[in-house]
């Protein structure tokens, strides 16, 4: 009994201890590329320059360089990259003051870069703190305005209509807008460093393009639920049903993110770039696509099949509606209806009229004037100020929020 005892004892040894043990020696001494591989390790570890390339030969289908840079990034300056790829043959080339990870293909005009720098707002020390305590408190009333609109909605029955849960969604987008750029312009007023990471760039693009987009088919749904409620009073409970709402959101949140991953993605597809100073305080897709080193033609056709999809359609629709509202409204005899139809309308047509004025003052100005900054302005106005100007237009204009907020405020109390 023993002895079967002790003869599966070194059974389970032999099969938990040994066997993990002699698993890898067997595969590296019966395989030259494993073997190959672990000697260019060694000898990385030990600090030898020139990878020692042994075993056989492996083909390199794609260019994938692993970079560690160990000086400031910046255009002009050397860049020291070691290559690290251990599982491909590679060869070290210098060009440009950078040495280049190539493979079987060839690099021409290829800059490497790890972060951009971004336009700061101001180059005066003593008025960076005056700055950071503006755009601090415009961030808070921002973000607090904001989630009133979105707390009365939701706490008020009275409120559950298609309108308020568009303007809800809206707040929610102008929250993520608003984010995507202005803390980070904190950090840099703080630290007094205006500079972000590739990977930090293209994931505040994705954001802001996300949430703008968002803020632009909601504005487009917005005047089509105006259109039907003042065009087709009657029928508006059965056209703006809860699954005509959803179906609707839903379509404008795919659509933004369809316009995210496609500036993001066309990115990625041209790893190459001009310069690495972007001219304005935030990664500005005009200004990501005016650095990159692609054709013109690929460039251009995202910027017109962007432009046509979530601008020329969505401004398109906007005016539709709103051309058949006028039509309506000026048939009605009393002066008195005017009036009440244009003002269930008019708070959306002011954050229209605010969104699309400073959108395209923001991007003709850049496109007008070659000076960099130059359209910084305006795109303080666009990315901070508009979002922070919207709960304030449709609370002030609309009494049922207003007594929404003053039965919140009493209840707090």
């Known amino acids: 009994m023993f002895h079967g005892s002790r003869n599966l004892v070194m059974a389970s040894v032999m099969y938990m201890v040994v066997s993990p043990m002699l698993n890898p020696f067997i595969y590296s001494l019966r395989k030259r590329d494993i073997s190959g591989t672990l000697r260019r390790l060694g000898s990385s570890i030990l600090g030898t320059e020139d990878l020692a390339l042994a075993g056989s030969e492996v083909s390199v289908s794609s260019y994938q360089p692993v970079l560690r840079t160990e000086a400031e ?7 020291t990259v070691r290559c690290l790829d251990l599982y491909t043959s590679v060869m070290a080339k210098e060009r440009n003051g950078f040495t280049l990870c190539l493979s079987n293909i060839e690099a021409e005009n290829f800059t490497l870069l790890s972060e951009f720098q971004l336009m700061s707002l ?54 993520g807008f608003t984010s995507s750029t202005v803390p980070k312009m904190l950090v840099d007023l703080q630290t007094h460093r205006s500079s972000i990471s590739y990977v930090g760039c293209l994931t505040q693009m994705s954001v802001y393009i996300l949430c703008g987009s968002m803020d632009n088919m909601l504005l487009t749904v917005m005047a089509y639920d105006r259109f039907v409620a003042i065009c087709q009073p009657l029928q508006y409970p059965v056209i703006m049903n809860p699954h005509l709402c959803g179906f609707l959101v839903l379509v404008s949140f795919l ?37 990159l080193s692609c054709d013109k033609l690929s460039c251009n056709t995202l910027k017109y099949v962007s432009g046509v999809l979530f601008g020329f359609i969505p401004i398109s629709g906007i005016l539709f509606s709103y051309s058949r509202i006028v039509s309506s409204v000026l048939r009605l005899s009393s002066l008195g209806g ?52 919207n709960p304030f237009i449709y609370s002030l204009r609309n009494k049922e929020i207003q007594s929404t907020l003053r039965r919140l405020h009493s209840k707090a109390m």
């Open 122 to 175: 101001s180059e005066n020390p003593d008025l960076q703190p005056i700055l950071f305590g503006l755009f601090l408190s415009l961030y808070l009333i921002t973000v607090l305005g904001n989630l009133l609109i979105i707390l009365a909605v939701i706490s008020d029955p009275n409120l559950h209509t298609p309108m308020y849960l568009f303007l809800s969604i809206l707040s929610l987008a102008d929250i």
């Open 338 to 389: 005017r009036r009440k139809a244009f003002s269930t309308c008019g708070s959306h047509l002011s954050v229209v009229c605010l969104f699309y004025g400073t959108s395209m003052g923001m991007y003709l100005g850049s496109a007008v004037s070659e000076s960099p900054g130059k359209g910084l302005g305006a795109s303080v106005m666009y990315t901070v100020v508009i979002p922070m100007l």
């Open 255 to 291: 659509a933004s993110i369809l316009d995210s991953q496609m500036h993001n993605l066309f990115v990625l597809h041209f790893p190459n770039f001009k310069d690495v100073e972007v001219s304005n305080f935030f990664c500005d897709p005009s200004d990501i696509l005016r650095l």
């Open 73 to 79: 990034p910046l255009l002009g300056n050397r860049i």
